[in-house]
């Protein structure tokens, strides 16, 4: 079975940065990343393939960057000018099976 965590989450305020990290124990065609806010339907945040394609919620897009190290099996989103709206679970998805338990952002106005 695949396994996946995530990494990286924390606290930080309005305008910060922080880089979430996914490792993939097994192979990969893309990543997904989401973020689920409690009560709130899960919303999609960006996509990488190991070919290097990406895509990204419009909501993001501009603020976070997907990459990934085929080599480490990992993927990252950097993200940076944070809002609190960016507040989330945010948790990495292998070719649409496995997911991971998800890593918390909080930022804070």
């Known amino acids: 079975q695949v396994r996946l965590m995530e990494s990286g989450g924390g606290l930080v305020q309005a305008g910060g940065s922080l880089r979430l990290s996914c490792t993939v124990s097994g192979s990969m065609n893309f990543i997904d990343w989401y973020r689920q806010v409690p009560g709130k339907e899960r919303e999609y945040v960006a996509t990488?393939?190991?070919?290097?394609?990406?895509n990204y919620a419009d909501s993001v897009k501009g603020r976070f960057t997907v990459s990934v190290d085929n080599a480490e099996n990992t993927v990252y989103l950097q993200m940076t000018s944070l809002e609190p709206s960016d507040t989330a679970l945010y948790y990495c998805?292998?070719?649409?099976?496995?997911r991971g338990p998800g890593t918390q952002v909080t930022v804070s106005s």
């Open positions: 990488i393939t190991t070919g290097g394609n990406t």
């Open positions: 998805e292998r070719d649409d099976k496995d």
